[in-house]
């Protein structure tokens, strides 16, 4: 700086003195209201495809009063879209069909002043044609469906529908029996519930179900145990999933034995859900639990038309007794596949989904919590101790060999899917009738035909 501008006059020191007193008075006013004018950059970022366009969320900033939203690709003009507080959503709109985009999210306060930018997501625009490719490789996987007694298929790739066939006698309106594939939505209804305080993951279901605390096994159970089967529970023999209607299956969760310690078998059993349903309906007050699904999941992602068979004493199966379309169906697995968030809302937790998908579960690795998982099993499986249906037994080290490692499944009797292969960036549905379960089929003959990788035959 130069010599001369440090020799202030009187007049100039004195109007520098009063510029410095009200600074510092600005900036005690400002430390009154804990605004110090940083802003935090925007946490919790995704983004969801939409047609030439991203729905994007995040976590509201403290002091925001407006977000900036911006995607960029490569080799294009970088897109922005403002939103004002307090909304912390919104669709950027004039994107690029089939195009990979990054998303950055800052805050802006009521002075103008910036935030860095979050950490970037990214996201594919959809695609709505298919290549001659991908049709015959659809073509390919539904044909194969259809042999073996199949009601339908549908293949949505980056959260739009890009094939659907219905066959052998099925509708596209009608709703399909998803058997034990019903099992994948107490993994939402666990989040949910958590989220609303009623109960943790972590949380031991003797704390609840006080008739389980004299159980050396069934008194040391945590919620994550329970639903990821390896709580020690072993069936009831008095259940009988057929005669549901006439059954009570609170009471027969309640007098479910528990053979093996937690975490020391995995055992498919259909009680656990019901132990868990009555879990919540004693920790919300008798709240019904396809209620709260419908309230807290189904509704926001506009799911609609299921229907739940019930019990002697009108609670629902949770084990198995939904039955949807299979575009509601496929709508869930989208959300899944998001993480847990629809369009510009967060349905779920992150973080929580996460662990349903990929929960490491050392009784079972081919399962997580409520969802079959094809990561290798690493001789997880003792058949000598765990019980295990046939369609989730290791075949060469993989529930589904010939398939993704990193695909995710919802399964049931009749070999009913849903199918998440987060890879290729496709949800997978398929019906058939029930009476097939006993009839050859292959989740890797049919997922290699439909990514177009099959070998023949």
Partial sequence: ??????????????????????????????????????????????????????????????????????????????VSTSVTAPATGVRVSGLQADTDYSLTVQAVDADGDVSESSSAVTVHTPRL?????????????????????????????????????????????????????????????MLAAEQDGYLTRDQNVSSVLTEWQSDPNKSRMTVRQLLSLQGGLSTNPD??????????????????????????????????????????????????????????????????????QRDANDKPQMAGGASMTAEAWARYGQMMLQGGSWQTQRILPADGVDDCLHYRNEAYLGYGITWWLNRPVEGSYDPSVDQIPVDGQPVDGYVAPGAPEDMVMAAGVGHQRLYLLPSQRLVVVRFAALETETDSWSDGEFLSRLLGSASGG
């Fill in 129 to 189: 044609i298919n290549t001659a490719a991908e049709r015959d490789a659809y073509n390919a996987a539904a044909d194969y469906s259809d042999t073996i007694g199949g009601h339908a298929v549908v293949v949505v790739r980056d959260g739009q529908i890009v094939f659907e066939r219905y066959s052998n006698g099925h509708r596209r309106a009608q709703s399909h029996v998803l058997a034990s594939g019903t099992k994948s939505f107490s993994c939402a209804f």
């Fill in 239 to 308: 259940y009988s999933p057929i005669d549901v209607a006439e059954q009570d299956t609170y009471q027969l969760a309640l007098d479910d034995p528990a053979n093996f310690a937690p975490g020391s078998a995995f055992i498919y059993d259909p009680l656990a859900f019901q132990a868990f349903a009555l879990m919540f309906e004693r920790r919300s007050g008798g709240t019904d639990p396809v209620a709260y699904l419908q309230d807290k999941v189904f509704e926001p992602i506009g799911l609609s038309g299921d229907e739940w």
């Fill in 1 to 78: 700086m130069p010599a001369r501008l440090l020799a202030a006059t009187p007049r100039l020191s004195l109007h520098l003195a009063l510029l410095t007193t009200l600074a510092v008075s600005a900036c005690s006013s400002s430390g009154d209201d804990g605004y110090d004018g940083r802003l935090d950059a925007p946490a919790g970022v995704y983004a969801n495809p939409a047609i030439t366009a991203t729905d994007t969320g995040w976590t509201a900033v403290e002091n925001a009063a407006r977000y900036i939203v911006t995607a960029r690709a490569s080799g294009q003009a970088d």
